[in-house]
């Protein structure tokens, strides 16, 4: 169970994994000591995987981002999660319940990359069948 301070030292990680510890605990008005043992507790409980980039507006906004639904024969899934992990623009992947088994979130940089990455994806032995959804505009995201 989380402490209130540890969800809100998360979410100013989540604002900002960059910020300096001490700014931290400036924020959190807790000693620098212990913000940085919060989040070696965190980190060794699996509650902080890691960090990565996130992408600024400028660039996704020149990105052609879609959502793929995959419907996979089943005998070959744990093939297909392999190949579909071997393609860069296939940026998210989750396993779904439903008619379809993956939904694909795939960024190119073009619609002509695009389409090339989502026929690449159809010809995947194990693909039964796609049905693909161009974003059109992020409204929010968390």
Not at 34 to 55: A, C, D, P
Not at 74 to 83: F, G, N, P, R, V
């Amino acid at each position: 169970m989380l402490s209130e301070q540890e969800r809100k030292l998360l979410l100013l990680l989540r604002e900002n994994a960059r910020m300096s510890v001490s700014d931290l605990a400036r924020a959190l008005n807790l000693s620098r000591t212990t913000v940085q043992n919060r989040i070696t507790k965190l980190e060794e409980t699996g509650v902080i995987k890691g960090y990565s980039v996130e992408y600024g507006s400028d660039f996704l906004s020149d990105q052609v981002m879609a959502h793929v639904h995959i419907k996979v024969k089943q005998q070959l899934t744990t093939k297909t999660y392999i190949a579909l992990k071997q393609f860069s623009m296939v940026a998210e992947l989750y396993a779904i319940s439903g008619e379809y088994d993956l939904i694909a979130v795939v960024q190119a940089e073009s619609l002509s990359q695009l389409n090339q990455t989502l026929d690449n994806i159809g010809n995947l032995s194990g693909i039964e069948r796609t049905n693909s959804s161009v974003i059109l505009e992020t409204k929010f995201k968390r």
